[in-house]
Every structure is written in C-alpha cells, then in structure tokens.
C-alpha cells in the first residue's frame, strides 16, 4: 500500500501554512508568484504534449470516448448526487470540495504506471491521460461555473475568464512554441518535473496560508473528515466497479478494459490544484482537500488492483507483458 512521497510533502506544506501562513505584504508575495507558477506550469504541459501522439491516438477513439465520459459525465454526476448527504456526513464547503473533485481530469503518470503493471494497453492509457487533461482545461471550469457558480464557496462564473487567461493562453502557447523547445523539454525532463512539483506546493501553501487567516479551517472537524474520507471510499469503489465491468459491457478487451479502469478512475491532483487556485480564490483550501485525499486513496486502491491484475494469465498468443513504469509521479 504505497504512500506516496509526494502527499507526504504536500502535507508538510499544509503544515507549514499552518505554522507560518503568509500575511500581508508576504502575502502578495506568495500570491504573484503562484499566479506565475501556475501559468508557467501549463505552459510546461502544452510544450510536452505530442500533437502527433494524441493525433495517432483518436484512432482508438471508442476507448477514449469511454475514458471521458466517466470523467467528465459519470463522476459529475455521482458527485450530485452526494449532495444528498450534507448536513450529515458533509458540510456545505466540503461537498463543494467532492463536486469540484469529481470535476477535474484524470491522471496521466500513474494512469499509464498501473495499467502497464498490470499488463494493460499502455498507449491507450498514454492518450486517454493526455486527453483528458487536454479537454479539462475547458471542460472542468465550464462544468464548475454550471455547477457551483451559485453555491456561494467563492466560486464565480467570471472565474472563467481567469482560467482561459491563466492556463489556457500558455497551454496553447507551449502547443505552440513545442517545435523550437520541444527537445530541450524532453531532454530536462526530470529537472522541469521538481519545477512542476514546487510549483504545485507554492499553490498549496498561497491557499492554506489564505485559510488559515480567514479561519476556514474551524469549520472542519475530525468526525466531518472521517465522513468525507468514507464517501471518497464509496466514489472510488463505484468507479473502479464502473468502468471495469461496464468497459466489458462494452465488448472492450482485457488490455483495453485496464486502461479503461485505471484512466476512468482517477482525478488528477497536478490539474485540480491550480484549477482550484483559480477558480476558488480564498476558499481553495478546502476545495483542494477532498482532492488530495481522494489522490492518495486511488494510489493506495489501484496499486492493489494492478498487482493483482500482474498475475493474470498471459494472453493466448502468449506475449510478454510489457514492463512496469516507475510509479514515483504518482501527483499527475
């Protein structure tokens, strides 16, 4: 049951805001330089997208229709329909949490780890991850403005515009400029990830810092995170079931129903953490915690799931299964 290094930091910094949560004009400091971080972070994510892989991808496009409309329909619409259990196992802003959490795109990194651990389609995975993570940079911000523009958690459709302006404008231009700076991209590859992990624990730290001075937190107690941790379990148990035997309704292959599940399962924390920023403002502490505790409960479930999936017999034409992806990124 893997836990991953990453969340261990993520919570170090929540710590941290905690014990030392910026005010004033350190505040603003902290403030301008998420803001540029989160920019520079798409843009990194636009100039590491292979137009001509997703391009190469559509051709497997029944499996990657599944993929999206798990993340962006069937999530959705469970996370409604948890609505039903505030006050009693959530609180208003919790649940607005969940909903976001079930709003953002799915994971690339640990996506394409667990399915090729588990002898699945792994460029199936590869494009369904990037995929999604393409459409949710559109999708997640209109899905939200439908859906928690009128909750009153902070959450306004002119948020909109900040996303387009934030994240969109240097996705496209790292789309863009992926010609001239495509290579030195790959080349750094493991220097520009730390970039991509401190910049995501800046975002973290900006938002609870700015929850911890307005007080968010005193409406969070240990019995209301037990609760919200008992129905992550159940969304979670949910999808797994969902996709695996509703991939298999489908008529979808072994691989292909492995790629399915592990892709249409998950939420990406490495996305939903700058959404949130942006979309949330003050309150995105606590639209970011549900997210993150569902993150480490899908690392802990699907790394079970795709052990177990490793011992299944091989294939009748008898091919060695490909070989396992390290599982360190687990955030993306």
Not at 70 to 91: D, E
Not at 104 to 132: K, L
Not at 308 to 322: F, I, K, T, V
């Amino acid at each position: 049951m893997p836990v991953d290094p990453y969340i261990l930091l993520l919570l170090g910094t929540v710590g941290l805001a905690a014990l030392l949560p910026a005010r004033g004009a350190s505040a603003d400091v902290a403030d301008g330089a998420s803001t540029a971080a989160i920019a520079f972070l798409f843009f990194l994510y636009g100039a590491r997208l292979s137009t001509r892989e997703a391009l190469d991808g559509l051709k497997h496009w029944r499996l990657h229709v599944t993929v999206l409309a798990c993340t962006f329909a069937v999530f959705p619409v469970l996370g409604l329909a948890a609505r039903g259990l505030v006050p009693v196992f959530l609180t208003e802003p919790l649940y607005q949490g969940l909903l976001f959490c079930t709003l953002v795109p799915s994971t690339i990194q640990s996506s394409i780890a667990f399915t090729s651990i588990a002898r699945g389609n792994v460029p199936a995975a590869i494009c369904a991850g990037s995929f999604s993570s393409l459409v949710g940079i559109v999708v997640t911000p209109l899905l939200a403005a439908g859906l928690l523009g009128g909750t009153g958690g902070g959450f306004s459709a002119d948020s909109v515009v900040g996303i387009v302006l934030q994240l969109l404008v240097p996705f496209v231009a790292g789309q863009v400029l992926r010609r001239w700076i495509g290579g030195f991209v790959t080349r750094h590859k493991k220097g520009l990830g730390l970039v991509d992990r401190g910049s995501i624990l800046l975002v973290v730290y900006t938002a609870f810092s700015e929850g911890m001075v307005r007080g968010v937190w005193h409406q969070v107690s240990p019995v209301r995170l037990a609760g919200l941790l008992a129905v992550e379990a159940v969304l979670l148990a949910v999808m797994l079931l969902l996709t695996w035997y509703g991939a298999k309704a489908l008529r979808f292959d072994r691989e292909d129903r492995i790629a399915i599940q592990f892709a249409g399962s998950k939420k990406s924390l490495a996305s939903g953490l700058p959404m949130a920023s942006v979309l949330f403002g003050a309150h995105a502490s606590l639209a970011v915690l549900p997210l993150m505790l569902f993150h480490q409960m899908q690392l802990m479930v699907c790394a079970v799931i795709a052990k177990r999936r490793s011992h299944d017999p091989l294939p009748e034409d008898g091919s060695a299964p490909a070989p396992p992806v390290p599982t360190g990124a687990g955030s993306r």
